[in-house]
């Protein structure tokens, strides 16, 4: 049973930070793609970021959060981060960690095989 569980959501002011965690079980990642995508009311479900564990740790950012949000992963304890800074109120949405079977699951929600939860990031102005 393969399961995602992410934490450290909350409120945060504009300009805060925020860090996500996302604990992994049940499978061993060490050669799959993960990533963080979230989802707005009303809005589709949208890439963020993604880390390839077995692609020399490269990762990928979508336009939005460049130089604001890092992915990053500790394979011994098995999870995946999110620091988030400089947060804006679009950045508002339920952020889900999401694993591919393959090493690079790309951008689109259709690479990735296993989801968590989400879990709620609101900012306010």
């Known amino acids: 049973q393969v399961q995602l569980v992410e934490s450290g959501g909350g409120l945060v002011q504009a300009g805060g930070s925020l860090g996500l965690s996302c604990a992994t079980s049940?499978?061993?990642?060490?050669?799959?793609?993960m990533a963080w995508f979230r989802q707005a009311p009303g809005k589709e479900r949208e890439f963020v970021a993604s880390?390839?564990?077995?692609?020399?740790?490269?990762?990928d950012y979508a336009d939005s959060v460049k130089g604001r949000f890092t992915i990053s992963s500790d394979n011994a304890k098995k999870t995946v981060y999110l620091q988030m800074s400089s947060l804006k109120s679009e950045d508002t949405a339920v952020y889900y960690c999401?694993?591919?079977?393959?090493?690079?699951?790309?951008?689109?929600?259709?690479?990735?095989?296993?989801w968590g939860q989400g879990t709620q990031v609101t900012v306010s102005s």
């Open positions: 999401a694993a591919a079977q393959t090493f690079n699951g790309g951008t689109s929600v259709v690479g990735y095989d296993y």
């Open positions: 049940g499978r061993t990642f060490t050669k799959h793609a």
């Open positions: 880390i390839s564990w077995r692609a020399g740790y490269a990762t």
